[in-house]
């Protein structure tokens, strides 16, 4: 990263709209490859949680003097295990604590085992106007494996329920790359995607992470690491099949039918303010990073606690024991410049010239020069008079791209 000092910093303020994440931290089984700060076996803290969470989002609309939202994500966890209910008497709190925008995307997270048709219609009524469902897989040997608590058959019923019920934007999270997963398995997999014509596709290569039960097995040899190359053909196979099928890939892992983007996750990617509600969650908001305590049973005590009007203060101390905020970074210029690089070259689209321009003072060029060259001359990117994105190659090789600009000594 060059010379700095001609940077003048004008990140997008959190007056002009945010997205709005609300983490619920409950599961009914927690799978053995998931490192997310998720729980089972703690529903008898679920009414606790929700009189904090109401009160955390009631402060911070106070605090924040009631901003636009634009979005609205309800995930985990497990939003769908919650009694439906509450999804509305969250929906309600933020209603009356923000000014949501029309038409805000309101997506939440479901469960395939959860969704009933009574469930179903509860949850449009609540205002939630897209769900995202993780089916991750149609093989249900493969389901087992992942520790899943649905079956193929029943996934696709619940998509079938929920389309029924009026919801016209459906997504689908699948992974890849699994464990003993063959190249059959995958296609057949896509294949029955395909038949319910879902509306918007995530799809994530299974990781092993550490302090896992999955990991546990592979490290006493009960299964063995994913094979990468494996991953990779699927990962192209997907990106055929899907394109014939009228999807559009936007971002490394999403792809769309046309319009139907995740606007939320839009946020995320353009380094656009959003603010977290629940424990875990993260935000960044007038320049700060920042995220609540982890524990749901710590996040609701502090909040019954501590909490008073005024406690929460984006501009000034927000740390415990004044609220729910673990910790807080500063977001200087250059982890600003390095986020909206290693963000926004997940899309598809890239990341502007005239944005980043436009929000830093300098051109791309002048802050990466070397590191923008180099990438060029090995073809994992490209660039127009518009643009700075990924190839056809660098998608597959995102990493050691995403390196060039936030690694040891650029920021």
């Given at each position: 990263?060059?010379n700095?000092a001609?940077?003048?910093?004008?990140p997008p303020?959190?007056?002009?709209?945010?997205?709005?994440?609300?983490h619920?931290?409950?599961?009914?089984?927690?799978?053995?490859?998931?490192?997310?700060n998720?729980?089972a076996?703690i529903?008898?803290?679920?009414?606790?949680y929700?009189r904090a969470?109401?009160?955390?989002?009631?402060?911070?609309?106070?605090?924040?003097s009631?901003?636009p939202?634009?979005?609205i994500?309800?995930?985990?966890?497990?939003?769908?295990y919650?009694p439906?209910?509450?999804?509305?008497?969250?929906?309600?709190?933020?209603?009356?604590s923000?000014?949501?925008?029309?038409?805000?995307e309101i997506?939440?997270?479901c469960?395939?085992?959860?969704?009933?048709?009574?469930?179903a219609?509860?949850?449009?009524?609540?205002g939630?106007?897209?769900?995202s469902m993780?089916?991750q897989?149609?093989?249900?040997e493969?389901?087992s494996m992942?520790?899943?608590r649905?079956?193929?058959?029943e996934?696709?019923r619940?998509?079938?329920?929920?389309?029924?019920a009026?919801?016209v934007n459906?997504?689908?999270?699948l992974?890849?790359?699994l464990i003993?997963?063959?190249?059959?398995?995958?296609?057949?997999t896509?294949?029955?995607v395909?038949?319910?014509?879902?509306?918007?596709?995530?799809?994530?290569?299974?990781?092993?992470e550490p302090?896992?039960?999955?990991?546990?097995d592979?490290?006493?040899?009960r299964y063995s690491m994913?094979?990468?190359?494996?991953?990779?053909d699927m990962?192209?196979?997907?990106?055929?099949?899907?394109?014939?099928?009228g999807?559009?890939?936007?971002?490394i892992?999403n792809?769309s039918?046309?319009?139907?983007?995740?606007?939320?996750?839009?946020?995320?990617w353009h380094?656009?303010p959003?603010?977290g509600v629940g424990?875990?969650?993260?935000s960044w908001?007038?320049?700060?990073?920042?995220?609540?305590?982890?524990?749901?049973?710590?996040?609701?005590?502090?909040?019954?606690n501590?909490?008073s009007?005024g406690?929460?203060d984006?501009?000034?101390s927000?740390?415990?024991p004044?609220?729910?905020?673990?910790?807080?970074?500063?977001?200087?210029?250059?982890?600003?410049?390095?986020?909206?690089m290693?963000?926004?070259?997940?899309l598809?689209?890239?990341?502007?010239?005239?944005?980043?321009?436009k929000r830093?003072?300098?051109?791309m060029d002048e802050?990466?020069?070397?590191?923008?060259s180099?990438?060029q001359s090995?073809?994992?990117?490209?660039l127009?008079d518009?643009?700075?994105g990924?190839?056809?190659?660098?998608r597959?090789?995102?990493?050691?791209?995403?390196a060039e600009f936030?690694?040891e000594?650029k920021?």
């Open positions: 990263m060059s700095l001609q940077i003048v910093h004008n303020v959190y007056e002009d709209g945010i997205g709005l994440y609300v619920v931290p409950f599961c009914e089984t927690k799978c053995p490859y998931c490192d997310f998720t729980y076996g529903e008898a803290q679920m009414p606790d929700l969470l109401t009160d955390e989002i009631n402060g911070w609309g106070r605090v924040l009631h901003p939202v634009r979005t994500f309800l995930g985990g966890g497990t939003p769908s919650l439906a209910h509450d999804i509305d008497r969250i929906h309600a709190t933020i209603g009356q923000f000014d949501i925008e029309h038409p805000a997506t939440m997270e469960n395939p085992g959860d969704v009933t048709a009574e469930r219609n509860t949850w449009l009524e609540s939630v106007n897209r769900v993780g089916a897989s149609f093989d249900d493969l389901l992942l520790g899943r649905h079956t193929a058959a996934a696709a619940a998509f079938q329920t929920l389309r029924s009026g919801f459906l997504s689908l999270d992974m890849y790359g003993n997963q063959s190249f059959a398995q995958w296609s057949n896509l294949d029955a395909m038949s319910l014509a879902p509306d918007h596709i995530s799809l994530y290569s299974l990781q092993v302090g896992t039960p999955l990991a546990a592979v490290s006493v040899g994913p094979d990468d190359d494996l991953a990779a990962y192209e196979e997907a990106q055929r099949e899907l394109s014939a099928n999807f559009s890939q936007y971002e892992s792809w039918q046309p319009g139907m983007e995740s606007r939320h996750n839009l946020i995320y380094n656009e959003y603010l424990p875990g969650a993260h908001i007038d320049g700060r990073r920042f995220w609540n305590l982890k524990s749901p049973r710590r996040y609701t005590t502090v909040i019954s501590s909490y009007e406690a929460l984006p501009v000034g927000m740390q415990l004044d609220g729910p905020v673990e910790h807080i970074e500063i977001t200087t210029p250059e982890i600003d410049i390095a986020e909206t290693m963000m926004g070259m997940r598809n689209e890239g990341v502007s010239l005239e944005r980043f321009k830093f003072g300098v051109s802050v990466f020069p070397q590191e923008i180099r990438l090995i073809g994992l990117v490209v127009t518009k643009v700075l990924l190839s056809e190659r660098g597959l090789l995102g990493n050691e791209v995403f936030v690694g000594g920021v």
